[in-house]
């Protein structure tokens, strides 16, 4: 199968340096849509939807290969290669920031600027390290998400959207959440939620911004940080956006930092 088609790959624009943009847990390429056509001018954007999202092939999901980020990594890669692309820009959000992490990783010519929205190399606490979470937590919140999908998709969308005030947008997300097939849904929340990629960041060769968020319950300045101080001379922004999706929220700071950065 075509990855073009297995991934929904959408691009847009006509610009000589490509923009690649991958979006998280639960959500799709849709999640872009405030964001890519700023860019479309003088880019060339890629837009597509992980395996089991969006109208991504579910005939191509596989539990092994997905079994841990390496399976959606190696999908980014085999994307740019189906492209032709080199020393493009990714920008990634929430898990897809490790994701393109290791795409780098995997393929040092593909991409030559990260943008890593809300990123966390690992999720749970340990001795030393914060990330946000105790695995008690993670165990609990993917016991929740196994026995009930929905239930779960609406407690919690409002919760990491945050912006109570415009409630339109944990709508969304809700929406989203709901739309991801239960089964891909926790399989890939367990991979999401447990994987640690520490190790990788000191590796990085690829210019990276971090676009960190107030008050984001998923991805807290402090994790935004230590993802800044462990890849080699990446730099970090503070939005003045609250939440754990400033793509919906506030695309007009993305936008503008994403600019400023390429």
Not at 125 to 145: K, P, Q, R, T, V
Not at 187 to 207: C, E, G, I, Q, W
Request: hydrophobic content about 40%; charged content about 25%; proline content about 4%.
């Amino acid at each position: 199968m075509s990855v073009i088609r297995r991934n929904n790959v959408l691009v847009r624009g006509s610009g000589q340096r490509t923009i690649v943009f991958s979006h998280g847990f639960g959500c799709d390429q849709a999640m872009w849509r405030f964001v890519s056509p700023s860019f479309e001018n003088d880019f060339t954007t890629v837009l597509f939807d992980h395996v089991g999202a969006g109208r991504s092939d579910l005939n191509a999901y596989d539990p092994h290969k997905y079994s841990s980020l390496t399976g959606y990594a190696d999908d980014l890669v085999e994307i740019g290669e189906a492209l032709g692309l080199q020393n493009a820009v990714f920008v990634g959000h929430s898990v897809s920031a490790m994701i393109g992490v290791l795409a780098s990783l995997k393929a040092p010519a593909l991409f030559g600027d990260l943008v890593l929205v809300g990123p966390s190399a690992r999720y749970i606490n340990e001795e030393g390290y914060h990330g946000g979470f105790e695995e008690d937590d993670i165990d609990e919140l993917l016991a929740s998400l196994g026995d009930n999908h929905m239930g779960w998709s609406k407690a919690m969308a409002p919760a990491i959207m945050g912006n109570a005030d415009r409630p339109e947008l944990a709508e969304e997300l809700t929406d989203s959440f709901c739309r991801t097939d239960p089964d891909i849904a926790r399989r890939f929340a367990r991979v999401t939620f447990t994987s640690d990629n520490r190790s990788d960041l000191p590796h990085v060769k690829a210019r990276t911004l971090v676009l960190q968020c107030r008050d984001d319950i998923i991805a807290s300045e402090e994790v935004g940080e230590y993802v800044r101080d462990h890849i080699p001379g990446s730099k970090m922004v503070l939005l003045n956006a609250t939440g754990h999706c400033p793509n919906l929220s506030a695309p007009g700071e993305v936008v503008a930092a994403i600019r400023e950065f390429v």
